[in-house]
Structure formats: C-alpha cells, structure tokens
C-alpha cells in the first residue's frame, strides 16, 4: 500500500477577495479604439476598487493574443512607424502599456536613428515587454486549408512574468496600447496588400490579474 499526501495550498478568503480577473477585447476597426491604442473604461467590480483603503493595485498580464477576424483578409502583418512612416515589419516582441499610474516601469530605446549609449528614456505607466508567437487559428475555408496563408494565423503572447505595482486602474477612463519598444512607436494589424498606412484590421485581447493592496498606516 502507497501512502499519499496531497498538499493543498489554503488561501485567505480576505486576500481573494481582493484579487480581480479583466479581460479587454477590442475590434481594431471601430473608434474611438483603433490603430494600436484602444480606451475604455474599467467600473469597480465589488466595493474594494472604489474604496479610498486601496489605492494601489498589483497589476499582471496574464495572456495576450492579437488576430484578423476578417475573413476575406489573409495578408495581415504589423505595421509600425519608423521616422514618421509607418512600415510593415518584423516585429517578434510588442510592448503593451496601459495609462494605470506606476513608478515602477521604464522603457529605454536605442535605435540608428539615436545615439548609442545614451538613448531615450520613457518612465511610468503598466508597461510589458511580449515576446509574440505565431499559432495555427484557422480561417474561414477551415483551420487546415491553405495551410502557409497567414490567414490561419494568429499572435499570442509570452506572458511569464510579475505583476506591477500601479494605481487603483478601476473607476476611470484607460488606454492600452501595443508598441513596437525599438521605436516606442504604436503598432498594429494591416493587411499587407493594402499597406503599412492602411486601417487598423486587429483584434486584439488582454486578460489581467489586478490585485488590490491596503494602504499602509
């Protein structure tokens, strides 16, 4: 006979109820969300989040994943600016940033354009550096057919990492974006064929774990 032990991790009643699920879904073509910075606005979801008790909050990104729902279209790459031109690009990592306050985060760029060493320094905000991967999504003719169309593709997001410590993000008006960190400029699905300075054809969807942290005495 085996003997098991099952350890199970007991959580405070009080701490989960400080612990919060968002998940942000936009459609790139409709405003005022579009061409890689979408706004919303995140209510209180219990007391705690309008409570002048908590006003901080440890904020994490979970997952993050950014496709083309339009089925006509099978030519959807990232388009970014570069020198005051958008272009379409290779663009491996993205950086998401949503407006929540933090003194925590900071983003330097260096790039041919700026002198090395030194570089530009951007401070504040939820900021996440997202490594994106290409996964089979499937497309309107079936998830296997013309299996080398970008059309069955879509981006998702590496997402490993801690949260960090922002603002209270609930009760207010937001923006998130998507940026390409070498430049810090937004970024964005096109269609190819259509060009770098077309519209914003992206889906794009975040899930967040926000977790509210008492004030100190």
């Not at 083309?68 to 950086?95: F, H, M, W, Y």
């Not at 993000?169 to 998130?176: D, E, N």
């Not at 974006?177 to 300075?197: C, E, K, T, W, Y």
Request: with cysteine.
């Amino acid at each position: 006979m085996t003997d098991t032990l099952n350890s199970v991790r007991v959580y405070s009643i009080d701490e989960e109820r400080l612990k919060f699920r968002v998940i942000l879904a936009f459609d790139g073509g409709t405003a005022p969300s579009t061409d890689g910075s979408y706004q919303f606005v995140l209510p209180p979801l219990t007391a705690f989040g309008n409570s002048g008790h908590y006003d901080q909050a440890l904020i994490k990104l979970d997952s993050f994943v950014m496709s083309c729902i339009d089925n006509a279209t099978n030519d959807q790459v990232i388009s970014i600016e570069l020198g005051g031109v958008r272009i379409r690009n290779k663009c491996p990592t993205l950086e998401v940033r949503m407006n929540a306050p933090s003194s925590q985060t900071a983003l330097n760029t260096q790039s041919q354009a700026i002198a090395t060493g030194v570089g530009i320094s951007h401070q504040g905000n939820f900021r996440q550096l997202v490594p994106l991967r290409l996964i089979l999504s499937g497309a309107g003719a079936g998830a296997l057919a013309a299996a080398t169309s970008m059309g069955n593709y879509s981006w998702i997001g590496d997402c490993d990492s801690e949260g960090v410590m922002c603002g209270n993000p609930f009760g207010g008006q937001l923006t998130i974006s998507n940026r390409f960190p070498i430049q810090d400029s937004l970024a964005f699905i096109v269609s190819h064929a259509a060009g770098a300075a077309s519209a914003d054809i992206g889906n794009y969807q975040y899930q967040f774990t926000i977790t509210m942290l008492p004030n100190k005495d």
